[in-house]
């Protein structure tokens, strides 16, 4: 009886080194094989970029991550923009300035805003590409909140505003907002929109046909 129990203690400690060995054995075979992780692509953006829900099945992608947050103004973005950029994403898709515009900002201030997030973003152009979003149209026909009445044409000014400055510094710009609007007017579609605001299904999957147009044309270019 002595000896099963002086026994037992020698071959637990022999199959706990034998596990350390095993492990050390596996971890360096882990850090000499290249790691296959894919690569991180972020949505960033309010309730409408993230009220799309699944980006990767929207997209037909993986490592999508929808960095969406409904409300989220500006100087929110840019609190948790480090984060984000830390983790060295392969892509980011912005899209930012709604709820500027519906706090009543003019065209130049919800610009600057933007800008000051772009060019940070920018910065990181070594490891990460940069897609700037057109802000989308919204339908004041349709939408109930007054404070939206006659802000269509501050979502075109910031548009114009945010497309001349990517091609003057080089930056990806999609235009979403000529493919969202009744032809000539800057009336987003009464097919995409539930309120006005918010966005249909139909409004998604265009969303994210053009984006991968884009992303596709770009890549070749």
């Known amino acids: 009886m002595k000896q099963t129990i002086m026994r037992c203690p020698l071959r ?5 080194l034998l596990c350390i060995l095993m492990g050390r054995e596996a971890a360096m075979a882990q850090a000499q094989s290249p790691r296959k992780t894919t690569p991180l692509v972020v949505m960033l953006g309010d309730e409408r970029t993230s009220q ?4 990767n099945k929207l997209l037909g992608w993986k490592g999508v991550q929808n960095a969406g947050v409904a409300g989220e103004t500006l100087a929110e973005t840019g609190a948790r923009l480090n984060t984000i950029l830390q983790r060295k994403p392969q892509a980011i898709y912005v899209m930012l300035g709604w709820q ?5 900002a003019s065209a130049d201030e919800i610009f600057a805003a933007c800008q000051t997030l772009i060019d940070r973003i920018w910065a990181h152009a070594a490891t990460t590409k940069l897609y700037v979003l057109s802000l989308l149209p919204i339908n004041e026909r349709l939408t109930t909140d007054k404070n ?7 979502v075109a000014e910031v548009n114009q505003k945010l497309r001349h ?5 080089h930056i990806a710009y999609i235009n979403l ?7 000539g007017t800057y009336t987003l579609q009464d ?7 918010h966005l249909t299904p139909m409004a998604y999957k265009r969303w994210a046909f053009f984006l991968k147009k884009f992303t596709a044309t770009a890549e070749q270019s």
């Open 148 to 154: 939206l009445i006659d802000k269509s044409a501050v």
């Open 52 to 55: 799309a829900g699944n980006w």
């Open 100 to 104: 500027e515009v519906c706090a009543g």
């Open 12 to 16: 637990w400690a022999m199959a706990l």
């Open 191 to 197: 097919a995409l929109t539930t309120d006005g605001v």
């Open 165 to 169: 400055y990517c091609q003057t510094n």
């Open 177 to 183: 907002f000529k493919q969202f609007v009744f032809h």
